[in-house]
């Protein structure tokens, strides 16, 4: 059983920085890929950065140069630096993991609210 947990949201004003982290917890893990997304009020869930291992990240255009995916491997972690946050950025941010075999796992979300 893959167990996910995240940290780090919170309130924070525009122009501000939040730190999101996740940790992947299970027996044998073995990682494709480590993610974050998010879901604003009344929208779709949307991926944010995607870190695929071996590869490069990748970001939804709106937040390439101000946010940062990383990964800590050896502890199956996951971070999010959020820079000069924008009040649409708010919404509750996912991690997710998949792991090999092609399984897809989801953290419970962390609340991000930008005021402006």
């Known amino acids: 059983q893959v167990q996910i947990k995240e940290s780090g949201g919170g309130l924070v004003q525009a122009g501000g920085s939040l730190r999101l982290s996740c940790v992947a917890s299970?027996?044998?893990?073995?990682?494709?890929?480590m993610a974050w997304y998010r879901q604003a009020p009344g929208k779709e869930r949307e991926p944010v950065a995607i870190?695929?291992?071996?590869?490069?990240?990748d970001y939804l255009d709106s937040v390439e140069g101000r946010f940062t995916i990383s990964r800590d491997n050896a502890n199956n972690a996951v971070y999010l630096q959020m820079n000069n946050l924008r009040p649409e950025d708010t919404g509750v941010y996912y991690c997710?993991?998949?792991?090999?075999?092609?399984?897809?796992?989801w953290g419970q979300g962390t609340q991000v609210t930008v005021s402006a």
């Open positions: 870190d695929i291992t071996g590869g490069h990240p």
């Open positions: 299970g027996s044998a893990l073995r990682i494709s890929t």
């Open positions: 997710n993991v998949v792991t090999i075999p092609a399984t897809s796992h």
